[in-house]
């Protein structure tokens, strides 16, 4: 799977994520309730662990799925690194919140979890990028010619 | 191609941003918590044991085999259902409910004012943790005076935290949910068809049969106890 694919990939996921996490934050401001099947969403949503310092967490969440997909435009390796920095923390924090529904909150939101799912997804693909492009095994799968420098 | 310089950077980046984000979400969760969490039941009267060992079923209190039923038709605001829940209803508790005689019925109305409504579905979340009954109670021991927007978040903190058994962040976040909207539109409903056109009112009978109305001459326990006896000895 070339480079360009996974970049594909992953704003497809990123996307997906901002979609969940758009309608999570549509929804606390007011646009209508939850379709929820689990029944913990508004619980969840209403828990002290929805906001990190007074901002919603589904807002962080967009922020963070919008600028992955904004890096995905790009080919350089310093946009791979901030990808792999808001991706995975992005992941770790979700791993965190995961946690606290089951131990703390004691329920679970639906739509929490289809956002762990897309973050877990773009977090393995876009390590999967740059575990592959820091050992330079793109370089092997790209077409015949795309590492020539010319001179 | 990213250099491994670079690679094992972004990585330090993400585990300071994930720890920073953890760590604010934690001192934000527990900054959060009602201060009185250390003493909950410092500021409020009544008893949040009270009903503790009584069975519980979202609005009923009481063994779903008792022989008899009450219903009761209260808004939490009412200082008259305050009153004859401060007088009346633990008498009711010990001598009919706890033996297993009686099962009393909360149908909640919310007329007198948005403290009404707040504070009904706050009792109507708890009791999606069979906790109803412990919420109204406290509410009724800790009433305040009619629209002065006495039900505030830190009442609600300090009787969630006091009840035993009841996960105070669950009970405010259910308080919107269609379950609740539900049970205070069958409440309604019910108000209209029984007639009652103010509170408290109340509905005894045989469990399962028909519920008849009773005349409350006073607000200690007297009236309600002479109608449960009728019934009793019929």
Known sequence: ?151 | MLSRGLLAASLAVAGVLAASLISASVFGASSSEPEEVAAPTSQLAGDPALLRRLPQDGTVLGSPDAPLTLVEYADLQCPFCAEWARRAFPELVRDYVAPGRLRIEFRGLAFVGPDSEIALRSALAAGQQDRLWDVVHLLYTNQGAENTGWVTQDLLDRIGTAVPDLHAGRMLGQRWTPLVERQLNVASRAAARDGISGTPAFLAGPTGGKLEPVVLSSLDAAPVRAHLDGLSVR
């Not at chain 1, 807002?59 to 791979?80: E, H, N, Q, R, V």
């Not at chain 1, 956002?115 to 050992?135: E, G």
Request: hydrophobic share 60%; net charge neutral.
């Open chain 1, 1 to 151: 799977m070339s480079l360009r694919v996974l970049r594909v990939g992953v704003a497809a996921a990123a996307l997906a994520g901002a979609g969940v996490t758009g309608y999570l934050l549509s929804a606390r401001w007011g646009a209508g309730e939850l379709v929820c099947r689990t029944g913990g969403c508004e619980t969840v949503q209403a828990s002290g662990y929805a906001e990190v310092l007074g901002i919603p967490v589904a807002a962080l969440g967009l922020a963070t799925y919008a600028a992955i997909a904004f890096l995905m435009l790009f080919a350089s390796p310093k946009a791979l690194a901030a990808a792999v920095s808001l991706a995975l923390a992005a992941c770790l924090f979700s791993a965190y919140l995961l946690v606290v529904q089951a131990a703390v909150i004691g329920e679970l939101c639906d739509w929490c979890l289809v956002n762990d799912a897309l973050v877990s997804v773009v977090a393995a693909l876009v390590l999967v990028m740059a575990w592959r492009s820091a050992t330079g095994s793109a370089a092997t799968s790209a077409p015949r010619g795309a590492t020539h420098v010319p001179g």
